[in-house]
């Protein structure tokens, strides 16, 4: 079993940035893919980054100003995010699952452990 405990959000001005980290326990953060995802109120779910072995993977949305990284020795997996816009508004959880190395790729079906999600406010 993954346990996965986000924190770091915050409220901050447009232009502004935000380390988000996702604390990792039950296996090693290199055992395990972990997705970033967002919500805002009235919208679908959106997957923004993710990180296992294969090539890291961004949406286009953030693209270019948000990095995910991990660290082993402290087992935590992060999101840094710069250049925040308000349409970042939103709770953003760390989602995934332990794999086993055959498929080097997040799929779908590797997000079954969630954080209970931080919030972040980006104000104009």
């Known amino acids: 079993m993954v346990q996965l405990v986000e924190s770091g959000g915050g409220s901050v001005q447009a232009g502004g940035s935000l380390r988000l980290s996702c604390a990792v326990s039950g296996y090693t953060v290199r055992d395990v893919c972990i997705g970033w995802f967002r919500q805002a109120p009235g919208k679908e779910r959106e997957r923004i980054a993710t990180?296992?072995?294969?090539?890291?993977s961004y949406a286009d949305s953030v693209k270019g100003r948000f990095t995910i990284s991990r660290d082993a020795a402290k087992k935590t997996v992060y999101l840094q995010m710069n250049s925040l816009k308000p349409e970042d508004t939103a709770m953003y959880y760390c989602a995934g699952d332990q794999k086993d190395y055959s498929d080097p790729l997040c799929r779908d079906a590797d997000f079954g452990y969630w954080g209970q999600g931080t919030q972040v406010t980006v104000s104009s």
């Open positions: 990180i296992y072995i294969g090539p890291i």
